[in-house]
């Protein structure tokens, strides 16, 4: 089983940047669409960003222009750059691998998260 580890959150200003990362426990190989998605305290994960394996890119509207995701490689399949950073983006972050295998089987790993925290 596949383990992700999220790295990069922390506490930061408004206007401020963070970058997270996303390392897997062991090389992730083959069709994958990859993505960040948040949770705030009260509300259901949503999805911030995404990759698909078309390499389409995708973002949530309230973050268009302020965060960039970006692949990696097998190890560190997926990064956010954030920038100008607002309170309301205060949440844990968590990133998303689903692996699409050649023998049909689906597979999706999560990370455990990483907080974000964003003050004014």
């Known amino acids: 089983q596949v383990q992700l580890v999220e790295s990069g959150g922390g506490l930061v200003q408004a206007g401020g940047s963070l970058r997270l990362s996303c390392a897997a426990s062991e090389s992730i190989y083959g069709a994958s669409d990859v993505g960040w998605y948040r949770q705030a305290p009260g509300k259901e994960r949503a999805l911030v960003a995404g990759?698909?394996?078309?390499?389409?890119?995708n973002y949530a509207d309230s973050v268009k222009g302020r965060f960039t995701i970006s692949t990696g490689n097998a190890k560190n399949p997926v990064n956010l750059q954030m920038i100008s950073l607002k309170p309301e983006d205060t949440a844990v972050y968590y990133c998303?691998?689903?692996?699409?295998?050649?023998?049909?089987?689906?597979?999706?790993?999560w990370g455990q998260g990483t907080q974000v925290t964003v003050s004014t």
């Open positions: 998303n691998v689903v692996l699409y295998s050649a023998s049909g089987l689906i597979y999706n790993y």
């Open positions: 990759v698909s394996r078309h390499g389409r890119t």
